[in-house]
């Protein structure tokens, strides 16, 4: 399928194996004028993922990671085609926030090489015991002998968690080579950072804890489906608990609109997926970009640090669990 949307981050459908791309208002009123759109076919940079995933990382390490190699702006009018080779595989959260972050690298769209993956998440989603009849012949998978622009190849157990400075995402570094700032303000939320499974790693790393004093944590759930099921296993009650403000979902302070927005000088530690001067509330605010792991060690710490210096083995997330396991024992 080929999906446009007026929102850049339409990229984001690329995890579920179809051509998605963000386009300007004047484009999107010709297509729904004509249905059809004019669209020059990118060049495609190849990303493998390999090796073992550490169970704290995240696929915004790796979204970070692919625009630290590429740099910010360094896929303009290409397309991103990612292939997981990982032992454990991708989960489909990861993806999707990896697919969301390929237009800050300047890219026209990502794409996920469809597998059992993401075969099992559509049957699961549709209710469906598997694809219907002739869908298979519909991926949209590479040609054989397809060529590439570049080739990277990403090694997930070699990597740490990142963090992007503030001002731009031409600096992205280790969160544990970052300045150990004091920070305001900790956003977990965004189509690129509010999703469950982002939400259950937070609450694993706060169960049993409190916000750091003079911190804010907003939590702003990227869709209602993922803001009811963590109403019912207790993700909510365990961030709350732990002093976290929890809205409605929405984009809330990622674009600057409302529930959070910085002051100046305020500095914040946030999932979503752009820290330009200005974008969520003052000018004179810093954002600095992280996975949710690395967010709530902030907001439990206070400033920036690498989240495996405050996890444990009960806060360590389990790949692909949405339950934010308690002192008691684990929530159903």
């Known amino acids: 399928m080929v999906i446009c949307g007026a929102d850049s981050h339409t990229v984001m459908a690329g995890a579920l194996g179809c051509f998605a791309s963000g386009m ?22 190849r990303i493998d993922f390999e090796g073992a995933m550490p169970e704290w990382l995240f696929g915004k390490d790796l979204a970070l990671e692919i625009i630290r190699q590429l740099g910010e702006g360094g896929a303009v009018d ?25 237009v800050e690298a300047g890219a026209t769209n990502g794409v996920f090489v469809p597998d059992d993956t993401l075969r099992g998440y559509l049957a699961e989603r549709d209710g469906a015991a598997g694809p219907l009849p002739g869908f298979e012949a519909a ?3 590479p040609d054989a002998g397809a060529a590439y622009v570049r080739h990277l190849r990403i090694d997930t157990g ?8 503030p001002g731009d995402l031409g600096r992205i570094v280790a969160a544990g080579d970052a300045e150990p700032r004091p920070v305001q303000q900790v956003f977990i939320g965004s189509c690129a950072g509010g999703r469950l499974e982002d939400l259950a790693a937070a609450a694993r790393v706060l169960r049993g804890r409190r916000v750091a004093p003079g911190v804010r944590l907003v939590v702003t759930p990227a869709s209602q489906a993922v803001f009811h099921a963590c109403l019912r296993n207790g993700i909510f009650e365990v961030l709350s608990e732990a002093g976290a403000m929890i809205t409605n979902s929405s984009c809330g302070a990622c674009g600057g609109i ?10 914040c530690v946030s999932t979503s997926n752009r820290n330009f001067r200005g974008r969520m509330g003052s000018p004179d605010g810093l954002i600095y970009l992280a996975s949710p792991l690395t967010a709530a060690a902030a907001a439990v710490t206070g400033r920036i640090c690498d989240p495996l210096d405050v996890l444990d083995d009960r806060a360590l997330p389990r790949r692909g669990d949405t339950r934010p396991a308690r002192i008691a024992g684990e929530l159903t």
């Open 24 to 45: 300007g208002s004047t484009d999107i009123l010709a297509l729904l004028l004509t249905g059809e759109v004019l669209l020059s076919i990118p060049g495609s940079i």
């Open 78 to 102: 290409l397309a991103l085609e990612y292939r997981d080779g990982t032992a454990s595989g991708l989960t489909m959260d990861s993806r999707f926030a990896i697919a969301n972050m390929a």
């Open 139 to 141: 991926w949209l998978v």
């Open 158 to 165: 070699a990597l740490r968690p990142l963090v992007a400075l």
């Open 258 to 267: 409302d529930k959070g927005l910085l002051g100046a000088g305020e500095v």
